[in-house]
DNA sequence: GGCTATGATTCATC
DNA sequence: GATGAATCATAGCC
């Protein structure tokens, strides 16, 4: 039902003194017994229900005459008090909606995330650990990071603008409807409380609009994660010293190469890498060594040489301290010239197999 | 661009 | 929870 049409049921139940009395002498009798109040009233309204079959022009010079007769301000308040009563008590029942569960939830997200709220480096928490779950260096990571924030920042620039935008064009709108509705209550009768009725109707409608602002920022805001997140993936060599650390222990402990927790966590701190990456490590090698021991056997015959040689430098310096007139007496195992070398590693690392084979032979029947 | 090496992940097994 | 095996995804080389 439009304005238009509420105001003439407005008037119809106004104590009948719209159609039903106009043409009744009986009526006419009656308000002429009332006195000229009545007679007025009467006027009034036979004039604006005539208003409909009159041209624009005539219409509005009866609207301005209308407008400044006395008993407009009276008439006027009656037409919105029932206005009021027929239309707004059956609206008004749901102007107080509860907050929307949904819009909680990106709120709550967004401040998580460090998009709305105070500026606190947001995120910065989730972009350090996933950068140390990438287990980069620290200069990687620390670039990563810097972009991940430098990116969050942008989307949280683009959502204050955006918000800021939508804001200023809420309350621009809500002030045209206002100045509007003013403007049009001189005319037809239009309650303060319809004005704020009508303003919360349009704060609602944004409110909608702001919604689907939050839902594309916190959208971005994954798209953004999980990028940052798939970074774990990125693989990185480690560096030729660390790789050399690895397969010195893998090699020199080839009978048994299960690092023990302690010895794990030495390996990392040596090789500037976590302990998991050590387990990773050393799983990747036991199965590929044994897929393909042939493949391997350089790589081994090189790491029991660099084994076997640090080895009779630590016993010689040993040896040097304790007894320099005899040399190399305390290790069995000690290389006694260059030669001895080659044949040395293949009895070394058949051993190693043997014992290695060994070991899961008797695993599987213990 | 294809190939290999290699670190990480996933899943099953113990 | 540690490990093996398969697989993925990327680096690095040609």
Known sequence: MDDQTRMMTGLTGLGGLAQADVGDPDSVRKQQSLGQPQQDIGDILQQIMAITDESLDEAQARKHALNCHRMKPALFSVLCEIK????????????????????????????????????????????????????????????????????????????????????????????????????????????????????????????????????????????????????????????????????????????????????????????GITVSQVSNWFGNKRIRYKKNIGKFQEEANLYAVKTAVDAANVSAQASQANSPATPNSGNKYLIQSDEDFPTWNMIKIEYFHYCWHNHEIKSQFS
């Not at 929307?100 to 995330?113: G, V």
């Not at 460090?114 to 950068?131: D, F, L, M, R, Y």
């Not at 319809?194 to 919360?200: D, L, N, Y």
């Open 84 to 271: 009021e009563k027929t239309v707004l008590s059956i609206r008004g029942v749901q102007e107080e909606d509860p907050p929307d569960p949904q819009i909680m939830r990106l709120d709550n997200m967004l401040l998580a995330e460090g998009v709305s709220g105070p500026e606190k480096g947001g995120g910065s928490a989730a972009a350090a650990a996933a950068a140390a779950a990438a287990g980069g260096s620290p200069t990687d990571s620390s670039i990563e990071h810097s972009d991940y924030r430098a990116k969050l920042a942008q989307i949280r620039q683009i959502y204050h603008s955006e918000l800021e935008k939508y804001e200023q064009a809420c309350s621009e709108f809500t002030n045209h409807v206002m100045n509007l509705l003013r403007e049009q209550s001189r005319t037809r009768p239009i309650s303060p409380k319809e004005i704020e009725r009508m303003v919360a109707i349009i704060h609602r409608k944004f409110s909608s609009i702001q919604m689907q602002l939050k839902q594309s920022t916190c959208e971005a805001v994954m798209i953004l994660r999980s990028r940052f997140l798939d970074a774990r993936r990125k693989r990185r060599n480690f560096n030729k010293q660390a790789t050399e650390v690895l397969n010195e222990y893998f090699y020199s402990h080839l009978s048994n190469p299960y690092p023990s927790e302690e010895a794990k966590e030495e390996l990392a701190k040596k090789c």
